[in-house]
């Protein structure tokens, strides 16, 4: 026992000092191979202080620069409670029991130090249905403590919203500018999608609005009312629209004596008056043809003071007053608003009015 244990002692002094690698590893692998080293000779696993990153559960990484640690790759063989990989490097373990020398051909130059070194580790036990079984309880376990985080921090919020307080600074923070137009922004994005405007009517079909029955505050009826009736102006405003409309340049004044209020008004009711003018001249050139053949001229102006109110009956002959006296009312209404209309024309469209004249001819002064 004693010899063997002296033996050990020396290939782990020797593995320490870091001389003569390929030394150690040939006389570590024929000592291995001799039978000789019992599962007695080996100190427990719990004595041997295992790698950080080991104990971690980490792998290490290759940095630039720096050379990998000797034993980073392992083999874990355990014998009973014996820990072998936690103290010799993983070339002593990974070379077979054949000696190096035996396996090297005569005049082969050795392997070189990093080959050794980066050999890969052999397979371990570790089945895939250990694997998963191990995913599924981290899984497991994950989604426990998650959701025990859930129900914790939904319990503080529901006990924080009882508080005045921290309710009414999360309602303000809801009511300002900057988050209204966020969810306005999110929403519009939103409703882009045809899947998302299919699935919100889909909930409110058959379901009235939210705000059906509940009385709109103030401020929602002012501004409603506001947009009914128009812009809202300050009495400074008022004051000034007024002021320019008073000394503004006056129109052209019609024959009525009425002014026009602006030149957009002008055209209006000059389109207005030459549209009545047309209509009048259309539906009086019959009657206008008829007394041009009963009496061979035109009707004039003064041919109808004895129809229009406030006129005197003239000296007519015999057949030309029974004919102005059977004219009905519908025909000498018409007749008086044709020179009416006329008479305003006379102020815009000199041209328009001389067709006048193939209907009623207007007296010379």
């Keep these: 026992m004693s010899r063997q244990i002296l033996a050990f002692s020396t290939l782990l002094w020797t593995a320490l000092s870091g001389a003569r690698i390929r030394r150690l590893a040939v006389a570590v692998s024929a000592f291995l191979s001799s039978k000789e080293l019992s599962a007695t000779a080996l100190p427990p696993a719990a ?5 950080r990153w080991r104990r971690r559960g980490r792998v290490p990484t290759e940095r630039r620069g720096r050379r990998p640690a000797l034993g980073h790759r392992v083999v874990m063989e355990t014998t009973a409670e014996w820990s072998v990989a936690a103290i010799l490097p993983a070339a002593i373990l990974t070379t077979p029991s054949a000696t190096l020398a035996e396996r090297l051909p ?8 990093n080959e050794i070194r980066n050999t890969p580790a052999a397979p371990t036990d570790i089945t895939e249905s250990a694997l998963s079984a191990a995913d599924d309880a981290a899984a497991s376990t994950r989604t426990a403590r998650q959701r025990a985080s859930d129900q914790r921090l939904g319990e503080l919020m529901r006990r924080r919203w009882q508080e ?6 999360v309602l303000r923070g809801r009511r ?5 137009r966020r ?3 999110q929403m519009q994005h939103r409703w882009q999608d045809p899947a998302f405007r299919e699935r919100m009517s889909r909930a409110r079909r058959g379901r009235p ?3 059906r029955g509940i009385p709109r505050p103030e401020h929602v009826r002012e501004r409603i009312r506001a947009g009914i009736q128009g812009r809202v102006r300050s009495e400074h405003t008022r004051l000034k629209i007024s002021a320019a409309r008073t000394c503004r340049a006056p129109s052209p004044i019609a024959p009525n004596g009425v002014a026009l209020p602006s030149e957009m008004g002008t055209r209006n009711a000059y389109a207005h008056w030459r549209t009545q003018f047309l209509a009048l001249v259309a539906d009086l050139q019959l009657w206008s043809d008829s007394f041009y053949a009963e009496f061979g001229r035109r009707p004039r102006r003064s041919d109808l003071q004895s129809v229009l109110p406030g006129e005197s009956t003239p000296r007519w002959p015999v057949g030309l007053r029974r004919a102005m006296q059977h004219m009905t009312p519908t025909l000498a209404f018409k007749c008086q608003r044709f020179l009416e209309v006329r008479q305003m024309l006379s102020v815009y469209d000199a041209e328009l009015c001389k067709k006048g004249d193939q209907v009623i001819v207007i007296d010379p002064p």
């Design 106 to 113: 005569q005049g082969a130059p050795s392997p070189d130090r």
């Design 209 to 211: 609005a939210w705000n």
């Design 183 to 185: 969810q306005a922004s």
């Design 47 to 51: 004595l041997v202080r295992e790698p």
């Design 164 to 169: 005045p307080a921290f309710r009414e600074r």
């Design 176 to 180: 300002e500018a900057s988050a209204v």
